[in-house]
């Protein structure tokens, strides 16, 4: 597989509350933190390497106890985040989003908390394949207003679930079937707030992975860089490798 990865401080935010995980070849993984002065990047930071941790345990167990070990990791990174919040007045109030996708049988194990985005690009066509919890999701998925209203809207950003925000968090957990040349991108709302899907699609068609990276990145700051903006492209040249 090819991997590229980028993030940004942005054009106006002081410091970027974003974090990575890339763990070639099976867990790629992206937290924005949210919170007052650092605590957010704490936060971010804290979920992904205890998530690098326990990934340590998934390998070697099938579709259904897979998702629920993940599961329970999810739940896990929640409640950690959760007291350190408690514990550090500084912390009042952090927690983060938290998404990506481990590789094993030959699928792609997503897994969402929040508003950080996976897409698929198979055969030129781009689909997202996680589902925001957002308000803004919400009033899309009623249909009381179109995509087009929810790229615009002022409240796009109001999160329904983040990871340490509450006692407890369900996480969205489910497997999809990948093949060769299928691209996943990993991305926090920082891109998708700035770049359109219509755009991401065209860039990602168009170019190599770095040319495409470079091009997605440029385009999120050219387009204002309102936010930090994170993210991580995987090609599959090889499923069956990636066992």
């Known amino acids: 597989m090819k991997i590229v990865s980028k993030t940004h401080i942005g054009l106006v935010r002081k410091n970027n509350e974003d974090s990575m995980l890339v763990r070639e070849p099976v867990l790629?993984?992206?937290?924005?933190?949210?919170?007052?002065?650092?605590?957010?990047?704490?936060?971010?930071?804290e979920a992904l390497t205890e998530l690098d941790a326990l990934a340590k345990d998934f390998p070697g167990y099938s579709d259904e106890k897979l998702i629920f070990k993940i599961g329970a990791?999810?739940?896990?990174?929640?409640g950690k985040i959760y007291h350190l919040a408690k514990e550090k007045e500084n912390y009042g109030g952090m927690g983060?989003?938290?998404?990506?996708?481990?590789?094993?049988?030959?699928?792609?194990?997503i897994f969402n908390v929040g508003d950080s985005r996976v897409y698929i690009l198979h055969n030129k066509e781009l689909k997202q394949i996680t589902i925001d919890h957002s308000?803004?999701?919400?009033?899309?998925?009623?249909?009381?207003?179109?995509?087009?209203?929810?790229?615009n809207h002022p409240k796009k950003n109001v999160l329904?679930?983040?990871v340490g925000v509450?006692?407890?968090?369900?996480?969205?957990?489910?497997?999809?079937?990948?093949?060769?040349?299928?691209?996943?991108?990993?991305?926090?709302?920082g891109l998708t707030d700035m770049v359109s899907?219509?755009?991401?699609?065209?860039?990602?068609?168009?170019?190599?992975?770095?040319?495409g990276s470079n091009l997605l990145l440029e385009t999120s700051l050219m387009?204002?860089?309102?936010?930090?903006?994170?993210?991580?492209?995987?090609?599959?040249?090889?499923?069956?490798?990636v066992n």
Request: glycine share 10%; with cysteine; proline share 0%.
């Open 223 to 241: 387009h204002g860089g309102k936010d930090n903006v994170s993210f991580i492209i995987v090609q599959v040249e090889d499923i069956k490798g």
């Open 28 to 45: 790629f993984a992206i937290a924005d933190g949210m919170g007052g002065y650092a605590a957010g990047e704490v936060a971010s930071k």
């Open 73 to 78: 990791a999810i739940k896990k990174i929640n």
């Open 96 to 109: 983060t989003t938290l998404t990506g996708i481990y590789l094993e049988n030959n699928k792609g194990y």
């Open 135 to 151: 308000f803004v999701a919400e009033l899309l998925a009623k249909g009381e207003i179109t995509k087009k209203e929810a790229f």
């Open 160 to 162: 329904l679930k983040g």
């Open 166 to 189: 509450e006692t407890h968090v369900e996480g969205d957990i489910f497997a999809i079937e990948l093949e060769n040349d299928d691209k996943i991108l990993i991305c926090s709302d």
């Open 197 to 211: 899907d219509i755009e991401i699609e065209e860039i990602l068609n168009n170019n190599d992975l770095e040319t």
